[in-house]
């Protein structure tokens, strides 16, 4: 009874020592040429941090689990040291100040033999990069087989070609699908060329040696030639995300969550025509003023990763705090049947099909130009059989195999100065018929068919191309869908349905 009285007595003081000690410790930031003032100083993967003073020194509130303290600032390599380390100072050294045009990309490619590849340490960013389009878009196939007029077994003259077409304007291609390519690789004119680093596309090294925009016009000034680089004459240097990662090659910057860093390959007018759009499409939407960038959805953490380089030199993080490189949360199937609400709503032979698009940054869909989704609504009677629709919007030639059945097309119709539609972007005058979904903006589509309707399917698909064309090329489908619904109509709710079905244009 003795020995437990005394361990009841030690017990609080025992769980106190175990308890992290939490006090302040004091420290200097500086440079070869003296005081640092304004460097962020943190404890290494924690949220909270501190500014040096204009004497460069620093208070910054710690623990007993604290590894090391970290400090940046604009225009210096991050710094660390051990948290334990009396006195405690960190010494910033700065950043190189010339861009060197000749420096040699580093492979994203894992391979042991060959240090510093970065997927080496960064397996599975690496994997996620990988399986992204990001990594396939010098050598995508069916990017190819537009650029160069081929189909998808490799034989020439099958559809659109942009080189036959256009030959003078096949360079514009290389700014953002192979932005790595040297100004004197003749790759730059013929992508089928491409070989190297440079076939990897828009690899890890590239992005990060971004420091922000260069001169040049968002829309106007295409990938490499908008963003700016910083690239070594020696050594290594990384731009990222994180300002407290301290292997001495790394650099913080804020521009990796700014929607801009996009931009110069997501907004584009080519040859007058605007075909990509999803940067201007954010600037008007309500995730851009609700302070969302494009890396807000499309790096959002997956909760499945703590670590970037685990046995390699990396430190667990709270796993919330570091983005996807795959650029999807979840599939891009996933995103898409996330994003859009869809309502059906009947009474006797009519149907009403609401859609509206929630928690989305741009247009749906968005991208390259000739993207679309179909709704495709069709009725039948009580044995299954189709039912004539009477009223009501139906898909316009361009939807090819579903061409003339009820519903809508979402997406930009391009056409010639003929009026031929669809065509490709290099034949088009510069205005298109855009009926795709805005953000939070509803579409209502009304129908009705004949007498003896029993049961309506309903039906939104998404489409990367057009039908023809792609049959044409001998693409495997990659259709998706996104909606597909099979209800009875005396199961459907009615409460909308307060007016006569109306006819839409597609």
Known sequence: MRFAGWLL?????????????????????????????????????R???????????????????????????????????????????????????????????????????????????????????????????????????????SDWHGRPGKGWSLMDEHPNGTGVCAACHAPTLRDDDPALFDLRQVQGVAARGVHCDYCHKVTGLDEGEIGLTHGRFLLKLLRPAEGQLFFGPLDDVDRGEETYSPFYRDSRFCAPCHEGVVFGVPVYTTYSEWLRSPARRAGQSCQSCHMKPTGQMSNFAPGRGGVERDPWTLGNHHFFDGS????????????????????????????VGHAVPTGFIDKHLLLVVEGQDGAGRPVTLRTGSRLPSAAGDLAGRGGRLYGRLLRDEHGQSPVPFWRAVPESQDTRLQPGVPDVQAFAFEPGLSRVRVRVLYRRFWHDQSRLKGWPSDELVVVDRQMDMHRLPKETLSRPARTSTP
């Open 332 to 359: 891009h199937a996933d995103m898409l049947r996330r994003c859009l609400d869809v309502q059906i709503h009947g009474v006797g032979t009519r149907v009403e099909v609401r859609l509206v698009t929630r928690d």
């Open 9 to 45: 007595l030690l017990l609080p003081g025992l769980i106190l020592l175990s308890l992290p000690r939490v006090g302040v410790r004091s420290g200097m930031v500086c440079d070869e040429r003296g005081p640092v003032a304004q460097a962020s100083v943190r404890v290494q993967t």
């Open 47 to 149: 949220s909270h941090n501190t500014f040096s003073d204009d004497n460069g020194r620093f208070a910054l509130e710690t623990d007993r689990t604290a590894r090391r303290i970290t400090a940046w600032k604009a225009g210096y390599f991050i710094a660390g040291v051990p948290a334990w380390r009396s006195p405690l100072q960190l010494r910033l050294r700065r950043l190189p100040t010339e861009d060197h045009a000749d420096y040699d990309w580093v492979d994203p490619e894992p391979a042991p033999a060959e240090e510093g590849r970065c997927g080496n340490c960064h397996a599975q960013i690496g994997q996620e990069w990988a399986a992204s389009g990001h990594a396939r878009s010098a050598t995508n196939r069916r990017f190819r087989n537009l650029y160069d007029g």
